[in-house]
């Protein structure tokens, strides 16, 4: 191609001796051309003659983003005083055709540069430097009050970013464009509830692996004997092994890994740390078996029957190494038979996304978390859903279980206990007893404080399913080691907020 | 002129309550040439013009008899006016004549006119919903084309209920389409044509910069869009709202308090705003980031209006001040006739050099305001430090002044109120004849303890400069005398400065009030309850006057024949007299007397009562103790203050009950800030001052073929002047009241030519006495002025007058009469001789 038109930006702005940067452009069917520029301006132009149609002055700083919504009719922008603009194109007189963009409602959800926005049909949708992700609905798009009609901040991803080795008693901690590897402290005294007990072995740090290039880092593992590290970012997939000498460790990377088809959005090494499971972009899932010393081959790659495309997301494997479990962008779940490689069955559609899923050590019932806070349990064997899950699908979860705001993000299970399922989401943490009564919705569900108070005889009564602790918060992750330790991380917000850099200066009247 | 049965209470010029609309600008007229030249201003029950080449008020049209709530433009004559008054009625007049053309009467009070150029012969108002309280309802008032002056429009139709009762708050929309009203935290727009109302509101939460009530509207000129003003200071543009889901607006903030008013530019490009900030904000195409301001426009802004034209903005404060700016956002000109202040604590007080009356304007400055011209003379300003417009800040304000005899010395205080200890600060002011403007001579602080209750210098005519003493009276007990001194500081610019001479106290009772002699030679200190009399040379105690209980409000000496009397009035509602001569108790009144004012010309004094919710004037002499003049009634406020403000020239009164305002003038002012007058004027005669109805032609601007015509004319009038006796009546003929109002009346209200050709016919005739009838009356007019002091004379002149009704203004009364009283007039005129006829 050619340069058809060049449209020079700062023309007007002459007595500037700065530079304008055109931070980001949007091209609309009508043949309009909107730029945002440093200068703070939000400009239409026609791309046939080249010329400035409108010039709306939005902010003193830049204009760092732009979206277009679907039907052309509004336009986001952000800048980087925290501040995002809604224009929208109205018309200027009632049932003439003459439009015209016209600045509307400003929203000041950040702190930071808002470096991306986008526009659906009923939301505003920003993410700013401020770790912050904000939807912001349409009042006037929605029909009715609901879930999808408050406003959503988003601090963490609804991921896992932690992985633990039960056995090295080790965790990896994802970063943007590191990981950290840390070995957890012991204690070998006991005490009672809320009591702090001093650690005879202090947590150690023991690498730090930086990624190289500008990458940041998909998803990453550890496997559950800590030798393996395994981090894939979007174009490369990297594999370590590390070594550990009394008080030394080594760490090298596995050369030669086998090409794959990447990006990989999930890792997941097996239980016996023999292979890892590698989730593609494609649909399907490849396994790649770790050789001692320091090897790996391919060793099958796992397709769904429907021969679906859509990325792999999640995975869980069962702990007897026979059953894999692999959940699409179109939200099914495909269970495969590892010791026959084939695929095994499918989990029944549900219309929404899975936030979390875990297979049973000792059951291999996989247990499925929804994003609308439904809880599945499906007997892989079986190749149905378990009489549990009947059951409280036909009783119905609890009011307040069902409006919480945040999705699991991590089950896992009480090998001493099979009918105790560990979930967690970043406010609180849950111990599911399946052998209890489930909670009606007249019931407290958050009811361990009060039950403290009661004696033995009532307590008996009030107890149900739900056990929440909402000690720690914002809750990474919960993992249970081994049958008497239980890990928890979590990361306070001011941790991260105050390594941010400082917003930008702003005169405010009266302070 | 025609002695009438008593006084009346006449309101004076600028002091008009308040400004009840937004004001209007004329379009434009073919004579003045492009552009506005007038500003048509709702004033009390007033509607005023003033001519924007000079800011002068060239008609007063009343006939309301309530507060004029709105002025608009009829939009289908542009030399016509709609204005409505809380007296239930519409009038229309013709504003260039200011004469009004029809009245239509609703019969309900109406608190805003919009009138539309789309409605062809209705206009909307805003009235009170009949059963309930505090609802308002915009109704459209059909205006029956029917002949007649006084018309009933009684043809309602609602068209939107639960208005706001303030004209700002509904707007209407592009070309007459829609109708945006604005209430609390409700806005409701109705479409006329798809008959569809919506209501947006606003979250009525208060946030913590205070609540988001709206306050105002305006709607765009062009485009489909409503701007409102909220009372956080934000102001709103919304736009699609014929739907009721998908509406939406921006927010536009700059102003930190509320909103007072928002006009679009005529294109609608622009924004205008207004709040208590005193500064204007110009919002370039609705945007945040840019915007234009005039600051430091005064006092807050109430309202703002445009020119159709778009080359002049008009804001109206609060103060009652009116400004002009040009389109590029400069100050033009500003009208201020007396400025509202938020309360006057200098009393009223009469400039010796100006005879402007003195009191307090802006904040922290003096007004000198001349009653003559309605007009703002200057602002002093004393306090000489920012104001800053906020709610609930303790400021310095200005509290005493006086003058001396002379108008040489100025004297002020100011202090700031604050409960524990007040800043107090004494200036003393030097008229500097070069500068033409005070000048700071000495400045002290703390000069009492506490505050300052009163301050008189003493007057003494021919005194000079070196025997000028000021005393002041203080809460702390004391009173302290001030005199000059020679400065002794050689770096001082000044000769003399002023410092403190001699402290006073009476058993240690609170100073009050203080008064000099009329000659200067003894002081008179209030104290609580008790009158102190001191001799100002020696300081010695002379006398103490007492009436107890109660405690002394005001105290005066009497002046000219009446000086050995000191008067008193006191809490307990006592008015004493007393003779310094004798040292005893001369009479007593038993009156509440809030106001005691001595006339400095002459022996008068006035007082002013207050009981039961209505004001009485008593004018007595100390001599004598049955009162003069009483005026029961005088008005429904309470009136704090008043003063005499001397004539230039006696008038002439004939009754000798009202001979005290001969040589002095005597103003009020009420409570609510409005300034009063007392007049022996008839009411037409107040209305339509001769002067004022030539102003519009003398107010022409000046063009080439204006200064041609002008050339010719005076031409002409040189030779009229070489042309001797006959010419010269003639032209006086033309010059006739008669003949100005059947020239100068517009053609559809003068009476039929048959009724009018008799006068003018006359007017031209010259009489057997060289004189016609109506040049006789004006002449007596101008001889009674002169020949006063001859008493007999006079009497004979008025007798005269009483029969003669007022031929100007009755025309059409007069003209049956006039054969029958012509002759006995002339009989009379002969009777007596008039030696000044001999000079034309």
């Known amino acids: 191609g050619q340069t058809v038109k060049r449209i020079m930006v700062n023309y007007h702005v002459q007595k500037v001796k700065r530079e304008c940067i055109v931070w980001s452009i949007a091209f609309l069917s ?62 200027v007189k009632i049932g003439s055709m003459e439009k015209r963009w016209v600045r509307t409602k400003p929203f000041q959800h950040h702190t930071h540069d808002v470096r991306a926005v986008a526009h659906s049909s009923t939301a505003l949708i920003s993410g700013g430097l401020d770790a912050q992700l904000v939807i912001r609905p349409l009042m006037e798009k929605m029909q009715k009050k609901g879930y999808d009609a408050a406003l959503r901040k988003f601090t963490f991803p609804h991921r896992r970013l932690v992985s633990c080795a039960r056995k090295a008693r080790l965790l990896l901690f994802q970063f943007s464009q590191h990981l950290e590897l840390w070995r957890l402290g012991s204690t070998e005294e006991t005490g009672k509830d809320g009591q702090v007990l001093p650690l005879c072995q202090m947590p150690e740090h023991l690498l730090q692996l930086k990624s190289k290039g500008p990458e940041h880092i998909y998803c990453s593992c550890i496997s559950p004997c800590g030798s393996w590290v395994a981090y894939c970012t979007a174009s490369r997939f990297h594999l370590y092994r590390v070594r550990y000498k009394d008080s030394s460790i080594s760490i090298k990377k596995v050369p030669k890994v086998p090409k794959l088809l990447l990006p990989a959005y999930q890792l997941q090494f097996s239980a016996n740390s023999d292979s890892l499971f590698v989730a593609s972009a494609r649909g399907s899932v490849h396994i790649l078996q770790l050789l001692e010393p320091k090897g790996c081959r391919h060793l099958h790659t796992l397709q769904p029957p429907s021969g679906s495309s859509e990325a792999v997301y999640l995975l869980a494997s069962s702990a007897d190494g026979h059953w894999l479990a692999a959940v699409g962008g179109d939200w099914t779940i495909h269970i495969y038979n590892l010791k026959c490689v084939k695929h095994h069955c499918t989990v029944p559609m549900y219309n929404c996304a899975v936030t979390a899923l875990a297979i049973n050590p000792i059951t291999n019932n996989l247990v499925i978390a929804y994003s609308d806070q439904q809880l599945f349990e499906f007997s892989i064997p079986d190749k149905q859903y378990t009489s549990w899950s009947r059951t409280v699908q036909n009783c119905g979860l609890h009011k307040v279980w069902l409006e919480r705001d945040s999705p699991i993000t991590h089950i896992t299970f009480n090998p001493k206990n099979p009918s105790h399922i560990l979930l967690h989401d970043i406010y609180m943490f849950c111990v599911l007893d399946k052998s209890l009564p489930l909670p009606d919705n007249s019931a407290l569900l958050m009811n361990q404080s009060t039950l403290k108070q009661l004696p033995e005889t009532a307590r008996q009564r009030q107890l149900h399913a739900f056990k929440i602790c909402k000690k720690f918060q914002p809750l990474l992750f919960a993992d249970l080691l081994d049958e008497n330790c239980l890990v928890m991380v979590e990361r306070p917000i001011m941790d991260f907020k105050t390594q941010l850099p400082l917003p930008i200066q702003q005169k405010k009247f009266g302070t | 002129m025609v002695a009438p049965a008593s006084l009346r209470v006449v309101r004076c010029g600028g002091s008009s309550p308040r400004h009840g609309a937004r004001a209007v600008f004329s379009a434009d007229s073919k004579q003045v040439g492009p552009g506005p030249s007038y500003l048509l201003c709702a004033s009390g029950d007033f509607v005023k013009m003033y001519s924007l080449a000079t800011e002068e008020t060239l008609r007063l049209m009343g006939g309301h008899g309530g507060l004029v709530t709105g002025v608009q433009l009829n939009p289908h004559n542009c030399m016509q006016l709609y204005s409505s008054s809380l007296d239930g009625s519409i009038k229309l007049w013709d504003f260039m004549d200011g004469i009004p053309i029809k009245t239509f009467t609703v019969g309900y009070k109406l608190l805003a006119l919009y009138a539309l150029a789309s409605c062809e012969d209705s206009v909307f108002v805003v009235i009170p919903k009949s059963g309930e309280r505090d609802t308002f309802q915009l109704v459209s008032v059909k205006l029956t084309k029917a002949a007649g002056q006084d018309l009933e429009a009684k043809e309602l139709s609602v068209v939107l209920d639960g208005v706001d009762a303030s004209p700002k708050c509904t707007a209407f929309g592009r070309e007459g389409e829609y109708v945006a009203s604005v209430k609390e935290v409700n806005l409701q727009v109705y479409f006329f044509k798809h008959k569809q109302l919506n209501r947006f509101s606003v979250s009525a939460m208060k946030t913590k910069s205070g609540n988001n009530h709206f306050t ?67 919002w370039h195409n609705e945007s945040d980031c840019q915007k234009d301001f005039l600051p430091r426009l005064g006092s807050p802004v109430e309202y703002i209006s445009m020119s159709p034209d778009g080359a002049l903005c008009c804001t109206l404060h609060t103060d009652n001040r009116i400004t002009i700016i040009n389109s590029n956002l400069r100050f033009s000109k500003s009208i201020q006739g007396l400025i509202k202040s938020m309360d006057i604590k200098t009393g009223l007080v009469v400039d010796p050099r100006t005879k402007a009356l003195v009191l307090n304007g802006e904040p922290g400055h003096l007004q000198f305001y001349s009653l003559q011209s309605d007009q703002q003379l200057f602002s002093l300003d004393i306090v000489q430090r920012q104001y800053i417009h906020q709610a609930g800040l303790n400021q310095v304000d200005l509290v005493k002044v006086a003058f001396s005899a002379q108008g040489n010395w100025l004297a002020t205080v100011e202090e700031r109120e604050e409960v524990t200890d007040p800043e107090l600060q004494l200036k003393l002011w030097f008229y500097g004849e070069e500068t033409q403007s005070f000048k700071l001579n000495t400045r002290i602080n703390m000069p009492h303890e506490d505050h300052i209750t009163d301050m008189c210098f003493r007057d003494m005519d021919e005194s000079e400069d070196d025997s000028l003493i000021l005393v002041t009276a203080g809460r702390d007990c004391v009173f302290k005398v001030w005199v000059m001194v020679e400065d002794t500081d050689p770096e001082a610019q000044q000769s003399v400065s002023w410092s403190c001479d001699f402290v006073g106290s009476y058993h240690n009772y609170q100073a009050t009030n203080c008064c000099f002699s009329e000659d200067g030679s003894l002081l008179a200190v209030s104290f609580e309850e008790t009158v102190t009399v001191w001799d100002s040379v020696t300081w010695d105690l002379k006398c103490t006057f007492c009436h107890p209980p109660g405690k002394i409000r005001n105290i005066c000496f009497g002046r000219l024949t009446c000086s050995k ?17 004798s040292c005893a108790l001369e009479w007593s009144a038993h009156l509440n007397i809030l106001v005691l004012q001595p006339d400095p010309l002459s022996e008068y004094i006035a007082a002013v009562s207050w009981l039961s919710k209505e004001s009485s004037l008593f004018v007595f002499k100390p001599n004598e103790p049955r009162p003069i003049y009483i005026q029961r009634n005088l008005c429904k406020e309470k009136i704090q203050l008043a003063a005499f403000v001397p004539r230039d020239e006696p ?95 517009p053609a559809h209200v003068l009476p039929s030519a048959s009724f009018l050709c008799p006068i003018f016919i006359n007017s031209l005739l010259i009489s057997k006495g060289n004189k016609s009838a109506e040049e006789v009356a004006d002449e007596v007019e101008m001889e009674s002025e002169k020949t006063e002091d001859d008493s007999d004379e006079e009497r004979d002149v008025t007798e005269m007058e009483q029969e003669d009704t007022n031929p100007m203004e009755l025309l059409g009364e007069t003209i049956c009469k006039l054969s029958k009283s012509q002759e006995k007039e002339l009989r009379k005129i002969r009777k007596m001789d008039y030696s000044w006829i001999s000079a034309f």
């Open chain 2, 565 to 581: 009397y000191l008067i008193g009035a006191t809490d307990y509602g006592f008015l004493c007299c007393w003779n310094l001569l």
């Open chain 2, 216 to 282: 105002c509207v305006a709607c765009h000129p062009k485009e489909d869009c409503i701007a409102t003003g909220h009372a956080d200071g934000k102001i709103r543009l919304w736009r699609n709202f014929y739907h009721r889901k998908e509406y939406t607006f921006s927010t536009l903030h700059w102003h930190h308090d509320t909103v007072m008013d928002l006009a679009f530019s005529v294109e609608g490009t622009n924004l205008l705003s207004g709040g208590v900030e005193s500064v204007l904000v110009l």
């Open chain 1, 30 to 91: 009508s043949g309009t051309v909107v730029t945002s520029d440093s200068f703070g301006r939000v400009q239409f132009w026609d791309w046939e003659r080249g010329t400035l149609q409108e010039s709306h002055t939005v902010s003193s700083s830049a204009v760092l983003s732009l979206a277009v919504s679907e039907k052309e009719d509004s336009i986001i922008v952000g800048t980087s005083t925290g501040a995002t603009y809604q224009f929208q194109l109205l018309p």
């Open chain 2, 651 to 745: 008038e002439a009164i004939s009754a000798e009950k009202y001979l005290w305002l001969r040589r002095s003038q005597l103003f009020f002012l009420t409570d609510t800030q409005e300034l009063m007058t007392l007049s022996t004027k008839s009411l037409e005669e107040r209305l339509t001052p001769a002067s004022k109805q030539l102003a519009v032609e003398e107010s022409l601007p000046v063009t080439p073929f204006s200064l041609l015509l002008g050339k010719h004319r005076r031409q002409q009038s040189q030779e009229d002047i070489d042309l001797g006796k006959l010419v010269a009546y003639n032209k006086h003929g033309q010059d006739s009241p008669a003949v100005k109002e059947l020239l100068h009346t």
